[in-house]
C-alpha cells in the first residue's frame, strides 16, 4: 500500500488573508500543549503541523488511502457529511473539504487504548476547566462539547457526535460496565432535545445506584457522582464498549481507605472538629467513603482539612450502628475508628434518607428531591430561602414545589458565593449548601 503524502506548508506571516490567518492559529494551537499531555501530534514541530495523528493511525491500522484525514489550509469549517448536525462543524481532524476522508460513524479501524490512557485522557479537560462549547475546538483540536469530550478521551482523531458514536463501540449491560466504557443517549428525532454522552469512571459504591461521570457540560468539565443512568432521561441511556479498548479492570481511583502508614490506633478526639488539619482527619474520610459515605463529599475525596462534609459522613455511620444521642454527634470516638480501621459494624445505608439538618434547622432532605421532575416540599422551602438570602433573581414565579432550571441556577449562584468552583457549584443543593443556605 503505498504510504500517502502531505502537502508542507508555512504561511506568510504578514498574509492578512483569511486562510493564512486561519493556519497561523492552527499552528498555535497545535504548539499550545505537549504531546506527553495529550497534545496534538503536530506540536513536534510547526512544518509538521499538517500531518494529523488519525492519518498516521490509520495508516499504522492498515486502513485505506480512503479513510485518511489530512489537514489543509481553509477558509473557513468545512460543512458535515449530516449539515443537520447539532454537535458543530467538521474540523480539521476530518480532513480538507474534497479530500479522501473517513465518513464520521464509519470508521476503518481504530487505535487500540488501554483504559488507564482513557481516564487519564479525561482527566486532561477536567484539570484544564475547558469550558463547554458546541462551536468552539480545544487546543488539542477536538469539539468542546459532550461527543467532542469522548472523541478526544477514545482518541478518534475525529469529531464525532451522539449519532455516530455508537459505530464505534459495542452495547454492553449495566453489569459489564468498566471504567472508560460510556453511557449514550441519542434522540434521533430531535437530536438537541437531551442527547448527551458521558464517559463512565467506575461505581460510586457497592449499590451501584451512583457511579462517577466524566463528562464535557456547562460550564466546564467535570467529574461527578451521578444516577444511573443520568439526572435527566435517565432510562434511556444505553451502555457501550470502545472497540479499540484493551486490557481489563482498571480501578477509576485508587481503592479508598486505610493506606499504608495510615493510623490504627484511635489519634484521639482532638485531632477532629472545627479548625483541624491533620492526616487524620484524610484518612477518616477515606474510611468512611469506603463504608458508603461518598454522597456527602461534593468532589469523591477527602483532604486534610475537618469540614461539615466529614462531621455528616462520620454521624451517617454512627447511626447505621444504631447509636443515637451523644454516640452519634458525627465526632469519632476510640469504638467508631476501631470499626472503620478493623472494617467491622454495618455499612452506612445507601440512601439519604433524611440527613440531619444543623441545630434546629429543618434536616437535609436527600439529593434526590432535588431532580427534574421532582415535587416537594422541600424544594419550595428551599426556593424561599434562596430569596431571603438574594439569591432568586431566576425566578420569574414561584418559588414553588416543582424542580425547575431557576431553582437550579440560583442554587449554583449560592453555591458560587461560597467560593466554590466545579462539581461543588453545579445548582444541586447538598448537604453543606443546605446548611449554609438555613444557617
Given amino acids: 500500500?503505498?504510504?500517502?503524502?502531505?502537502?508542507?506548508?508555512?504561511?506568510?506571516?504578514?498574509?492578512?488573508?483569511?486562510?493564512?490567518?486561519?493556519r497561523r492559529r492552527s499552528l498555535a494551537r497545535a504548539r499550545a500543549i505537549p504531546l506527553r499531555d495529550g497534545g496534538h501530534p503536530a506540536a513536534r514541530g510547526a512544518r509538521r503541523a499538517l500531518v494529523l495523528a488519525t492519518a498516521a493511525g490509520v495508516v499504522l491500522s492498515g486502513g485505506g488511502a480512503a479513510a485518511v484525514a489530512v489537514a489543509a489550509p481553509a477558509t473557513g469549517p468545512v460543512a458535515l457529511d449530516d449539515p443537520g448536525s447539532p454537535q458543530g462543524a467538521r474540523t480539521p481532524l476530518h480532513g480538507p473539504k474534497g479530500g479522501a476522508v473517513g465518513k464520521p460513524g464509519a470508521p476503518a479501524g481504530v487505535k487500540r487504548i488501554d483504559r488507564t490512557t482513557i481516564i487519564n485522557r479525561a482527566k486532561l479537560w477536567l484539570d484544564a476547566k475547558v469550558p463547554y462549547s458546541m462551536s468552539e475546538y480545544w487546543t488539542d483540536g477536538y469539539r468542546q462539547d459532550c461527543s467532542g469530550y469522548v472523541s478526544m478521551v477514545w482518541n478518534l482523531g475525529t469529531n464525532e457526535w451522539t449519532g455516530s458514536l455508537d459505530k464505534f463501540a459495542t452495547k454492553i449491560t449495566k453489569a459489564e460496565l468498566l471504567p472508560g466504557d460510556m453511557l449514550l443517549f441519542h434522540n434521533p428525532a430531535d437530536p438537541n432535545n437531551g442527547s448527551h454522552v458521558v464517559i463512565f469512571g467506575g461505581w460510586a459504591d457497592e449499590t451501584q445506584t451512583h457511579y462517577i461521570a466524566y463528562e464535557q457540560t456547562r460550564p466546564t468539565t467535570r467529574k461527578l457522582a451521578t444516577p444511573y443512568g443520568y439526572w435527566?432521561?435517565?432510562s434511556k441511556y444505553v451502555p457501550y464498549r470502545f472497540n479499540g479498548v484493551k486490557g481489563g479492570i482498571v480501578p477509576e481511583e485508587p481503592v479508598p481507605g486505610p493506606k499504608p502508614g495510615d493510623s490504627t490506633?484511635?489519634?484521639?478526639a482532638a485531632k477532629f472538629g472545627p479548625g483541624r488539619t491533620n492526616d487524620h482527619v484524610a484518612q477518616l474520610g477515606r474510611m468512611l467513603i469506603d463504608r458508603g459515605a461518598f454522597r456527602f463529599y461534593p468532589k469523591g475525596v477527602a483532604d486534610r482539612t475537618w469540614s461539615e462534609h466529614d462531621r455528616l459522613a462520620t454521624q451517617a455511620f454512627q447511626a447505621a450502628q444504631g447509636w443515637t444521642g451523644a454516640d452519634a454527634d458525627g465526632i469519632p470516638g476510640a469504638h467508631t475508628w476501631r470499626l472503620l480501621v478493623e472494617r467491622q459494624g454495618k455499612d452506612i445505608p445507601p440512601t439519604v434518607g433524611g440527613a440531619p439538618g444543623p441545630g434546629g434547622v429543618r434536616a437535609y432532605p436527600g439529593a434526590s428531591v432535588f431532580r427534574p421532575g421532582r415535587s416537594h416540599a422541600a424544594i419550595t422551602a428551599l426556593g424561599r430561602q434562596l430569596i431571603k438570602k438574594g439569591f432568586g433573581k431566576h425566578y420569574t414565579s414561584g418559588p414553588g414545589p416543582r424542580w425547575s432550571e431557576a431553582d437550579r441556577r440560583n442554587v449554583e449562584a449560592f453555591q458560587r458565593a461560597q467560593g466554590w468552583r466545579g462539581a461543588s457549584a453545579n445548582g444541586y443543593p447538598g448537604p453543606e449548601t443546605w446548611r449554609r443556605l438555613f444557617a
Avoid: L
Fill in 1 to 22: 500500500m503505498p504510504m500517502p503524502a502531505f502537502e508542507e506548508y508555512e504561511p506568510a506571516g504578514d498574509c492578512a488573508c483569511r486562510g493564512c490567518a486561519q
Fill in 232 to 234: 435527566a432521561n435517565g
Fill in 265 to 268: 490506633v484511635f489519634p484521639g
